[in-house]
């Protein structure tokens, strides 16, 4: 089994920074693609950013991001913790959601949900305008 656990999470004014974290224990190591979705109030839960494991050449290789955080997001993980980074710049308030990390046993970080077995509870990112 594996666990996830966010943290980072918080109230921030426009234009600020975040960065959250994503530890993971139990039955998953490098081999694993690590992602970050969100879910805003009333809105479906979305791909944010995620990071394929190191070996992966091609297509699926590297970071990928959604199109309206590029420039401002930076996903990163430290392999030798299990953890996965968010860091989170020139926030803005439709940045406001719950942050969730997923993981996926595929090695590749794609935006489709149903491709990673694992999650954490989140922790909510509220931006003020």
């Known amino acids: 089994q594996v666990q996830m656990a966010e943290s980072g999470g918080g109230l921030v004014q426009a234009g600020g920074s975040l960065r959250l974290s994503c530890a993971a224990s139990?039955?998953?190591?490098?081999?694993?693609?690590m992602t970050w979705f969100r879910q805003a109030p009333g809105k479906e839960r979305e791909f944010v950013a995620g990071?394929?494991?190191?070996?992966?050449?091609?297509?699926?290789?590297?970071?990928t991001y959604r199109d309206s955080v590029k420039g401002r997001f930076t996903i990163s993980r430290d392999n030798a913790k299990n953890t996965v980074y968010l860091q989170m710049n020139s926030l803005k308030p439709e940045d406001t959601a719950v942050y969730y990390c997923?993981?996926?046993?595929?090695?590749?970080?794609?935006?489709?949900?149903?491709?990673?077995?694992?999650w954490g509870q989140g922790t909510r990112v509220t931006v003020s305008s």
């Open positions: 139990g039955r998953t190591d490098s081999t694993y693609a």
């Open positions: 997923a993981a996926s046993s595929t090695g590749v970080a794609v935006i489709t949900e149903g491709a990673y077995e694992f």
């Open positions: 990071i394929s494991r190191s070996d992966i050449r091609g297509s699926g290789a590297g970071t």
